[in-house]
C-alpha cells in the first residue's frame, strides 16, 4: 500500500500551519512550526507569490495531507464527490470524513490518523462486529465501530479511556468510552467539520 513516508513536521512547515499530524507533540512547544515557522528548504524564508493556482494547489495539499491521502486516491474522491447531488466541496469532505481511520480518530481512540491508520491495519478495530484493516473503509449512518476485546488492555487504549473526558466527540458520532465504542448517527455536514480548508479552492483547482 502506498504511503507518505517522510517527516509529517515538514509538512505542517510547509502550509504555514498545524496540521495536527503528530498527536500530542503538536500541543507542545517542541513542534516543529513554533521555532521554524516558515517553508523547510533553502528558499523557506524567501517570499513567493501567492498566485490563484497557488493557493488553490496549497488548499488542495493541505487537505490531503490533513487526511493522509495521497494524490491519486484523493482525486478519486474528488471524482466521486462531483458525481454526488450538493456541493462537490462540502461531498468531498463529508467522504473523508467517513473513513474508518478518520472516525477511530475522531472517536479519541488515536492521538492523530496516522496513528488511527497503524491501529486499523494491525486489526485492532471491529467495524460492525467484523475485522476491518483497511484505513479507507468507509462508515455509514447506523454503524458501530469499536475496539477488539482482546486489544481494550493495550496502552493505546487503556490512555483513550483515561483521556476519554478531555476528548471533543463531533455531534454526528456517539463515544461509549468505557466500551471504546462509537456509533455513527450520520454523515457530517459541513458545518460541523472542524477541517480548516477551503474547499471551494479545490474544487476550483479540479474544475479547470
Not at 487503556?158 to 471504546?180: F, Q, Y
Request: with cysteine; charged share 30%; net charge positive.
Amino acid at each position: 500500500m502506498a504511503r507518505y513516508t517522510g517527516a509529517d513536521c515538514k509538512r505542517c512547515r510547509r502550509e504555514k500551519q498545524k496540521l495536527f499530524l503528530k498527536g500530542s507533540k503538536c500541543e507542545s512547544a517542541k513542534c516543529p512550526i513554533e521555532i521554524r515557522p516558515y517553508p523547510p528548504g533553502e528558499h523557506g524564508r524567501g517570499r513567493t507569490k501567492d498566485s490563484e493556482y497557488l493557493l488553490q494547489m496549497r488548499e488542495k495539499q493541505k487537505c490531503a495531507r490533513i487526511y493522509g491521502v495521497l494524490e491519486k486516491q484523493f482525486r478519486g474522491y474528488y471524482t466521486e464527490a462531483n458525481r454526488q447531488q450538493g456541493k462537490t466541496g462540502e461531498n468531498l469532505l463529508r467522504i473523508l470524513e467517513s473513513r474508518l481511520d478518520n472516525v477511530v480518530y475522531r472517536a479519541g481512540f488515536a492521538k492523530s490518523r496516522d496513528h488511527a491508520r497503524q491501529l486499523v491495519r494491525h486489526g485492532h478495530i471491529l467495524l460492525n462486529g467484523r475485522k476491518n484493516d483497511i484505513p479507507s473503509a468507509r462508515v455509514s449512518p447506523s454503524d458501530i465501530v469499536e475496539v477488539r476485546e482482546s486489544s481494550r488492555n493495550l496502552t493505546p487504549f487503556e490512555v483513550a479511556k483515561a483521556e476519554a473526558g478531555d476528548k471533543t466527540v463531533p455531534a454526528w458520532l456517539e463515544s461509549i468510552p468505557t466500551r471504546l465504542r462509537v456509533l455513527v448517527h450520520a454523515l457530517p455536514e459541513r458545518q460541523v467539520i472542524d477541517t480548516q480548508v477551503q474547499e471551494q479552492l479545490i474544487v476550483e483547482l479540479y474544475s479547470k
